[in-house]
């Protein structure tokens, strides 16, 4: 299904996770609760799996999690080995931010990255301790657990066109030369996203793909998420 085919639901606004934020932190505060596990532990664990074969703690890569939620993913990455220093979270929803800022100072990660940004309107801010000139295309690795998904629910314009469809632009341009993102999608199929995320003019290649276990129904087969990665191309 593409972007444009998508109908648009709750899950697309900002007032949807502004609600869901709200209510994890008051969880927080009062038990502990770190709050959902979007797409389950499994897919957490298969993602920081992949990080570490492919883009490992040792090459201290700066890496940014694009709509990081409670950071989960992030932390995966800590516990991992990657340098917190060198690990960013973005999310548009401010008690997103505060959730994660939370709970990484329960686990030694307060050196993590956490800001508000939107990211089809907003550059996300580098990482502090690097002095890097500036440079647009900064991150060696950019990582997506459900925000392409939320983003693609959101309200098309009046051209009938899907705010997702700026997505995969603002992607290639931040990402650095031989850099990689790793996105896991339930709304979309490993070829819709190769479909979306390897067009001409964004310049990404199809990388690889995480096997997640398939459920057979009505005949047919298939996985509940998908989980790819793309690779910008070094510039000759
Ligand atoms: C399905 S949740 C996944 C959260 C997190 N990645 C995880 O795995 O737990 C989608 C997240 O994307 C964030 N989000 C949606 N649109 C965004 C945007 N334009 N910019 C930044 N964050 C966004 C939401 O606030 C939410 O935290």
Redesign the pocket.
Known sequence: MSTAELPPSK?GT?EH?DEV?ERELVNFDEIGDEG????GEDSVEKMVDWCIDNVPPSSNPSVL??????G??LFGLLEAGYDASRLAG????AG?VKLAQGIAATKDGEAITLSE????NDTPSHLASDADGGALEYWNLLL????Y???ALGDKDADGKSPAAGYPARVARILRPGGLFLITSCNFTAEELKASFTTPELGLVYHSQVRHPTITFGGQSGSVVTTLAFRKPQTP
Not at 36 to 39: D, G, I, L, N, Q
Not at 117 to 120: S, Y
């Open positions: 899950l900002k996770w934020y959902e596990v979007w797409f999690e694009i709509g990081c939620g409670n989960t993913l973005i999310d548009y929803s997103a940004c939107d990211f089809l997506d657990k459900g925000t998904d939320a983003i």
